[in-house]
Each structure stands twice: as structure tokens, then as C-alpha cells.
């Protein structure tokens, strides 16, 4: 045993009772796993190195994973720039592609050639070239004694100084991230592709197969992938779109496993997880599960369930709010799925014991005067803002989400805030304007008044009173609500442009003289005057104390395994397929097959449809080559660490062939962002074999199998 193993084991002795750093889970910076993970992921039966995954010199697995849009993560899958993500996540370009007699949502698309192949606005995705750690530069010149606010302004500028510096071609981008709270700043080398064409999606029935009822839910069957197509410009560089571009041809591009997975099979997991919150102190974690998630939860429930009544019953209605409901509904879910987590693992208590554990160490290693203070400080500070925190958040879920006349307003209300000079009025006025009348293409005034009834009054009986504005104290809210969605002109885009007609002085007094707008822009005032201020005071104090308290943890621990928070930059995340107990005298299996799909069958129903054509595949057992015993898998879990962000994200197998997509994760471990527990955490993937499945037989796009590369790991 070397030296490092032997201080891993040591330390993974003390942590079995500590379950806070624990034995599984963790996303890792992809140019680290040397020393860190490498062991552990090949006696996980990992096959291949960690310079396969990432390389600076040689291209390597990080040159087929870029970034889809900011939000999503994506696969380059042949030679020729093809490249795989979610449905949900290509579902914007999708939509904007589809008309009534051509609804691609409803029906899929499938580009017969590459000059089908559909161009996108406002669709980029993102490669990573280079990641180095730059801590000493940002990190130059800083004076511990300084203020907080001294602090970031002098690593704000260092960013900027070493940002500029840092070598790198001329289409290429530097950019900074501060990770483990500010303790480190990794510098990544990117490059950007802004002509991205859609190149096929099979319809909704199987890309959104469940929807909402079976979202964040195992078990799942959901095909829940598109594909489109990476074009660069003769000498293959990033170019805008142009006709002349040619399909991109990458460094690396995953090879796809035929052989799928079985129980216990070792699987990565590449992308970009957008945020967690994993070293909290326990009175955040019982902040959000006491104070903060009730209030999302609350808030979107009532909303919610007014949403769905509607669109249950009118099919335009249904139309205008499906993806605004699905978005809503997305985390109103997740939150309910995570506070029921973290109460059942006793999330709160596991946190307690290893603060007690922290404290002791401290002592031990003559750090208490360093350290002894951070808990009692966090315990003070939570205190002091959970008011301010729910009072936030209801203002946010209230106003500026779920009563669209108010979220409206608020837009205008930025408007007013920011007379300048004439020209400059004239510009946001037209960019309201715009942005608005896509807003009011799917906004019901009937729905809203409804909602909005529901809501504030909620907001005006439990949010706290001392931070309440004075017009919802007391207040006759369905009187007002009444008297607002008959009078003000914020309850259309003819009304909008109405109160924006004419100069800056007479757009203001439209405003004032509107009566929804000067509910919203109370509300508005009484947020930013007495919440906000002092909400983001003490919420600089608590980072700067979550930033010690990291070091603190990193300095006590140094051989847990302690992974920075996700924070949308690459990582990796590895384990194994496995099912799980999602509760008493109850298992359940790691793989779906298509049986499941016609076990949840449900003709014409919005959710558990079937497309016949899927129908006759399934009773004619057509399964080509992507069977397995005579069965069809469709999804599969695993004890991969994920989160927001990772949608898309390739699923890999010991040898580096894609096995899976990524897109979701399982009801009982939703609580993984706070806190992972490697019995009931599992994240969700789309079959390889699946996806090919309904591209070569459901699709008939038997070209684009072939620009693939399809192998046989296990020699099956
Ligand atoms: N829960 C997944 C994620 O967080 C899928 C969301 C899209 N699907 C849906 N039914 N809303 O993004
Ligand atoms: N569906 C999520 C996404 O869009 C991934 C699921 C999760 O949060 O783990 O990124």
C-alpha cells in the first residue's frame, strides 16, 4: 500500500462515523485526478488512465465535452462534429424551430442530410483547451487585515490583470473561477462555436416520456436526448454562421459501447454540475429545510396547482404555460424531494456530529484560536439573516416568478430606475418592448389574476411583518387584486406599449398613474429598501466566514476526500451501477427496459403516451443489434455524484466508450447538492443503446449511425 492510500484509509476509518466527507461521491477538476482519484477510480475497475480523460498535450476525453449553452453539458460523437445532449436541453431550440404544421415538439425531426441540418440563434457550446491553477496571482498582494469588501475588489482586479495575460490564440477566451470558496482560481482556456445546427430529436413521447410526473423519478423511461452539430469555418475554427462553414471535425470523440452495463460496472460521469453546497454548517442546513424550502415550496404549490387546473381544462392555456409550468414545477419538485432527503438521512445531526468532530481537531492541532469562533459566528449570522432570507425569498418566488403581472412590472420598473439621457431610454424601451412581447404570447390575464390572488395573499399572511411593505399589511388582497387585473394596462402588450408611449417624463407618469404598477413597484421599494441592504451585509459576513471555514476544513482534513463545490466549470465524477432501497422492504433494480414504457402506457395522454410506431418496434421485438436478452434497456442509475448542469453529460464506461446520457436524478437523493449519501444518491442516464435504438429504428436516420463509431468492450 503507498503512502497515500495508506493516509486515505487512515482517514476513511475516522470519517465511517462522520458520513460528511464521505467514501463515494465528490466532483473533481478534471487536471487533478492524479494524485487524488486515480487509484480509487481503477479499484473501481476503471480500464483507462487519467491522461485519457485529460491531457494538456494530447487530445483526450475533455475535447469531446463542451459546455451546451451555458446550462447543459454535450458530447461530440463522430468525426464529423455530431454531438449529443439532452431533449430538455435542446428543447428551446426545438420549439423554436416548430410551427403547427411542422411541430417537431409533437412529432421529432430528423435532418435527412447535413444540409437539413437546422441553424440556431442564441446557441453556442463551449470547450475547455486549457485549466491551470492561478491562485497566486489572484490571490497577489492581498492583506489578510483587509476588509471584506478590500479583499474582492483587489481579487476582482487581479482576475481581470491575469485574465488578459495569460497566453492564449486569438479565438480563444481566458476565464477565472474561484473554487473551495475563494480559496482557489483556476484559470480556463475556452473556445467558443456559435454555428450549432439541430440535427435530429425524436418526438416528445419519448424525449419528455413522464414529464413531470415522472420527473426526478426512478423508476424512469425516458429517451431524453437530441442531437445537432458542431460547424466550424474551412481551417476548423470557431466561426459565425455562415453556409460555407463545414461540420467541425474535433480532437476526440467518444467512441459508443454496444455492450451496455451491468450491476456493479464501474461508469463516469463528464460535465458541468452548476452548483452545490456541500460544507455548509448545519444551521444553513436547517435554514433551508426549516425556513427557506417551505416558502419556494408554499409559493409555487399554490401557484402551481391554479396553472394546472387551467391548462387541464383549455388547450390554449395548456400550449402558453407547458414550458413555463415544466420549469416551475422542475424545482418546486427537486426542493420537496431534498427536504425530505435531508430529514430522513438526518442530514442536520451528521452535520452536528462533525462539527463537534472539527472543534475537537481544532483543539487538538493548537488551532483553536484560528477556529474555535467560526461555528458560534455562523450560528449568530443565521440568525440574524433567516428573517431577511424568507422575507427574500418570498419576495422572489411572489413578485419577481410566479405573479407575472409583477414580474412584468419589475422590468419597467428597472426602466424608471434608470432614466440617463434620451438615447438610452429609447433603447430599453425597445429592448421591454421585445423581450415583453414574447412574454405576452403566452400570458393568460385569467390565469394571473388567479395566481396572483393566491400568492400575495400568502406573501401578506406569512411572510415576516416587520419587513412587510405598508399596502400589504392589513390589506384586502382580493379587493386589490380585483381592482388591479380590471384596471392596469400590465395585463397586455397593447396596454405596455401604452404606458411606455412617449418621453421619459411622460412614461413616468403613465406608470405612476397605473394602479398594478404602483402595487408591484411598493413591493419592489419596500425589497430594496429593507430587505436587500441589510439581507446582502450579512451575507458577505457569511461568505467570508464559509470561506475560512473551507481552509479550516481543508487544513484539518488534509487527507478526506474533499472535492470543491460544483460552480459550472468541467469535472468528473465517477462510481457504479447500482440500485437502491428507496425504502422499507422495497429495491429497486438499476435498469429500465422498454416493457416499462408499455406498462406505463397511456393512449392520448399527455404524459405516458406512446408513438405507434414505438408500439409496433415493441411487439415485433425489432430491436436490432441494441438488445440485450431479448430486452430493450432504456434508463439506467448509477452512484455518480450530479447535479443542475450535468444534463447532457456523457455517461462513461471503464475503457472511456459512452454508455450513457445523463438528465436526471432519482426523488430520494434530490438532497445530494447539500449532502450526499451514497445509499439512496443515484443519478439518472439515458441507455446508449436506447438512443441508438430509436435514431437507426425509430428514425430511420441510419446515416448518422453511420458517422458513428460503435464498439464491442466486452466482446459481446
Ligand atoms: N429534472 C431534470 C433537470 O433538473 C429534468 C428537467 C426537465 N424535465 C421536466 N419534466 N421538467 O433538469
Ligand atoms: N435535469 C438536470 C439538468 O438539467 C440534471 C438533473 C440534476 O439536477 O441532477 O441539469
Known sequence: MNLKIKHLFKALLVLVALPIYGQQGGMWIPSLLKGMNETEMQSLGMKMSVQDIYDVNNSSMKDAVPHFNGGCTSEVISPQGLLLTNHHCGYGQIQAHSSVENDYLANGFWAKSQAEELPNDNLEVTFIVRIEDVTKDVMSGINP????????????????????????????????????????????????????????????????????????????????????????????????????????????????????????????????????????????????????????????????????????????????YASKYASTANYWKKWIGESLGLKRTNAVEAKQAFEKDFIERANKNKKTKAYADILPQFEKLYKEITPYAVSKDFFTEVALRNAELLSSAWKVFALEKSFTNAT?????????????????????????????????????????????????????????????????????????????????????????????????????????????????????????????????????????????????????????????????????????????????????????????????????????????????????????????????SPAIDAHGNLIGLNFDRVWEGTMSDIYYDPSICRNIMVDARYILFIIDKFADAKHLIEEMKLVHPKNK
Open 424 to 648: 438610452s431610454f429609447d433603447n430599453k424601451k425597445a429592448s421591454i418592448i421585445n423581450s415583453q412581447e414574447r412574454f405576452y404570447k403566452n400570458y393568460s390575464p385569467k390565469v394571473d389574476e388567479k395566481v396572483f390572488e393566491a400568492i400575495v395573499s400568502k406573501y401578506a399572511n406569512e411572510a415576516p411583518k416587520e419587513f412587510l411593505p405598508s399596502i400589504l399589511k392589513n390589506a384586502d388582497i382580493p379587493a386589490i387584486t380585483k381592482e388591479i387585473y380590471k384596471e392596469s394596462k400590465l395585463t397586455s402588450l397593447e396596454g405596455l406599449k401604452e404606458l411606455l408611449n412617449g418621453d421619459a417624463k411622460q412614461v413616468q407618469q403613465n406608470l405612476n398613474n397605473d394602479k398594478g404598477y404602483l402595487f408591484a413597484k411598493a413591493l419592489f421599494e419596500n425589497y430594496l429598501q429593507n430587505i436587500l441592504p441589510k439581507y446582502e451585509e450579512l451575507d458577505l459576513q457569511i461568505t467570508a466566514l464559509q470561506r475560512t471555514y473551507m481552509k479550516a476544513q481543508l487544513d484539518l482534513y488534509p487527507d478526506a476526500r474533499i472535492f470543491p463545490d460544483a460552480n459550472s466549470t468541467l469535472r468528473v465524477t465517477y462510481g457504479k451501477v447500482d440500485g437502491y432501497y428507496p425504502k422499507d422492504a422495497t429495491y429497486y433494480e438499476p435498469v429500465t427496459h422498454l416493457e416499462g414504457i408499455m406498462e406505463k402506457y397511456v393512449p392520448g395522454d399527455y404524459e405516458f403516451d406512446v408513438p405507434a410506431k414505438l408500439v409496433e418496434l415493441y411487439n415485433n421485438k425489432d430491436y436490432g443489434q441494441y438488445a440485450e436478452d431479448g430486452k430493450l434497456p432504456v434508463n439506467f442509475i448509477a452512484t455518480n455524484h450530479t447535479t443542475g448542469g450535468n444534463s447532457g
Open 145 to 320: 487585515k483587509d476588509s471584506e469588501q478590500v479583499k474582492q475588489s483587489k481579487i476582482a482586479q487581479n482576475i481581470a490583470k491575469t485574465v488578459a495575460n495569460f497566453p492564449k490564440e486569438s479565438y480563444q477566451e481566458n476565464k477565472i473561477k474561484s473554487f473551495f470558496e475563494g480559496n482557489q482560481y483556476i484559470l480556463f482556456v475556452t473556445e467558443t462555436f456559435t454555428d450549432v445546427r439541430l440535427v435530429g430529436a425524436p418526438p416528445s413521447s419519448i424525449g419528455k416520456f413522464g414529464s413531470d410526473t415522472d420527473n426526478w423519478v426512478w423508476p424512469r423511461h425516458t429517451g431524453d436526448f437530441s442531437l445537432f452539430r458542431i460547424y466550424a469555418n474551412k481551417d476548423n475554427k470557431p466561426a459565425l454562421y455562415s453556409k460555407d462553414n463545414v461540420p467541425y471535425r474535433p480532437k476526440y470523440f467518444f467512441p459508443i459501447s454496444l455492450d451496455g452495463i451491468s450491476e456493479g460496472d464501474f461508469t463516469m460521469v463528464f460535465g458541468y454540475p452548476g452548483r452545490t453546497q456541500e460544507y455548509l454548517p448545519s444551521f444553513a442546513v436547517e435554514q433551508i429545510v426549516n425556513d427557506l424550502n417551505p416558502v419556494r415550496i408554499g409559493v409555487r404549490d399554490s401557484a402551481l396547482k391554479i396553472i394546472d387546473e387551467y391548462m387541464r381544462a383549455e388547450q390554449n392555456i395548456k400550449i402558453q
